[in-house]
């Protein structure tokens, strides 16, 4: 993500758009169709930059295109480069940036030339160990803007289509269509909202990079439920988001209804660099719509969409209360078992014997998961769990036996399950017991 890892990131700055910089498909093709992984409900997907291919989140909640975690890929070499600042989600102060022009984005067949690129500097800014898989980059707006993009959560497939009104019309006779709003460079809906009794009209972003159902600013009209606990909702350009989750009675997204949806209320001061469009109070994000097949058509500012079979899944969460991530490679060593034939000669005959031995001689280079957060008052917490403990075995199984998409599935399991964790803690062991507890 992950407890679940929420990834959710806006720039203060507008920037001039460089009219070549739109994705465009293939001539003498009408689609084209690009595999993604799907973790923590966010879309991954490949894209080579001047060559080089990197691993990008798409996220239609950014309008430019960002790089980081580039130190693994410096092979990548960027044009008219020049120093920048940047700022954005979380409470901390601008970092620094790059911004680089006339690059080439492509994959799959989609192309996209003199592309206007940001590089973050600041090698902590790093998604890769949050996610589990390598991360270098955010792509967003240019990604959309010119064609109709069709997201397939069920068939992890991007399916971008040309940009044609045959869609639309088969489209329309498939889908539920929605009005949507493009406002500096992002898409936007209304929605109904329940919060505390008090039926809201709520315009949300539309943010396929947030890993949450919903976020909800508070203000005059909004107030946090009673029921809530504080939580690390993710990371931001400026630093980590912090906030509150808590549940609200309804959720309406046209003809689609939603009861009792896990919603992140972030802190003012994670949110102070953002910039807001008029009226907006929210998010929608990939909990959401990984409940959906659907299709974003920016020119016509229409989103559609089709319930998949996820539509009915129950809303969960993180239940032990620690964040868990990468933290670097060990080198493990594994038990390899083959078959050795003995060769017996003899007067008479020649005899062959299987024999199946052990040999401990294979070392591969396995994850190391390291506790980042702990939660105010969860069960890790009152069971004396603390950032910084490197987790030694989960149920008594090694860690590296699971992704780290695996390990914060299991920590969103139902209420009363069991947790034992084995940990290092300043080259001490240590064992520790706790049951997950629904705190909503």
């Not at 295109?65 to 954005?88: A, D």
């Not at 992890?156 to 045959?166: A, G, I, L, T």
């Not at 269509?177 to 709520?202: D, F, H, M, Q, R």
Request: charged letters at 25%; glycine letters at 6%; a positive charge.
């Amino acid at each position: 993500m992950k407890k679940n890892i929420i990834l959710f990131f806006g720039l203060l700055t507008s920037f001039v758009l460089i009219a070549q910089d739109d994705f465009l498909i293939e001539k003498n093709k009408n689609k084209v169709v690009i595999p993604f992984k799907l973790i923590n409900n966010l879309v991954f997907i490949p894209i080579e930059v001047n060559g080089i291919e990197l691993n990008f989140l798409l996220d239609s909640g950014v309008d430019e295109t960002i790089l980081f975690s580039m130190e693994e890929k410096k092979e990548v070499s960027f044009n008219n480069v020049q120093k920048i600042k940047l700022r954005g989600l979380g409470s901390d102060e601008e970092i620094e940036g790059l911004k680089s022009t006339n690059n080439i984005l492509q994959t799959h067949g989609l192309k996209s030339t003199n592309h206007l690129v940001y590089i973050i500097l600041d090698q902590g800014f790093n998604l890769s160990s949050h996610i589990g898989i390598p991360v270098n980059g955010i792509i967003g707006y240019k990604f959309f803007k010119n064609n109709i993009v069709e997201i397939n959560y069920q068939k992890k497939k991007v399916v971008v289509h040309s940009n044609n009104e045959k869609i639309r019309d088969e489209l329309g006779k498939k889908y539920k269509a929605i009005p949507i709003t493009i406002e500096k460079s992002k898409p936007y809906l209304n929605a109904t909202a329940v919060v505390n009794g008090t039926e809201i009209l709520a315009k949300l972003l539309i943010d396929i990079g947030n890993s949450d159902s919903f976020w909800i600013f508070e203000n005059d009209k909004i107030e946090l439920p009673k029921k809530n606990f504080p939580d690390f909702l993710g990371k931001g350009f400026s630093g980590d988001i912090e906030g509150h989750r808590a549940k609200i009675s309804k959720f309406y997204l046209a003809d689609f209804g939603f009861k009792n949806p896990i919603v992140a209320f972030p802190d003012s001061s994670s949110i102070k660099n953002v910039k807001m469009v008029r009226g907006r109070i929210g998010s929608v994000g990939g909990e959401i719509l990984k409940r959906f097949r659907l299709v974003l058509d920016y020119e016509d500012k229409k989103i559609y969409l089709k319930p998949n079979n996820k539509y009915n899944e129950a809303f969960t969460y993180n239940k032990s209360g620690i964040t868990i991530q990468h933290n670097g490679l060990q080198w493990v060593q594994e038990t390899v078992h083959f078959e050795m034939v003995s060769v017996i000669n003899s007067s008479d005959e020649l005899n062959a014997k299987n024999r199946e031995q052990d040999f401990k001689y294979k070392f591969q280079l396995k994850p190391i998961y390291e506790i980042v957060n702990v939660r105010k008052n969860s069960a890790a917490q009152k069971c004396g769990l603390k950032s910084g403990d490197v987790i030694i075995s989960i149920n008594k199984n090694r860690p590296y036996k699971y992704t780290l998409e695996q390990i914060n599935q299991l920590l969103k399991s139902e209420e009363d399950v069991w947790i034992n964790l084995e940990i290092e803690r300043n080259s001490v062991l240590l064992k520790f017991r706790f049951r997950l507890e629904d705190e909503l």
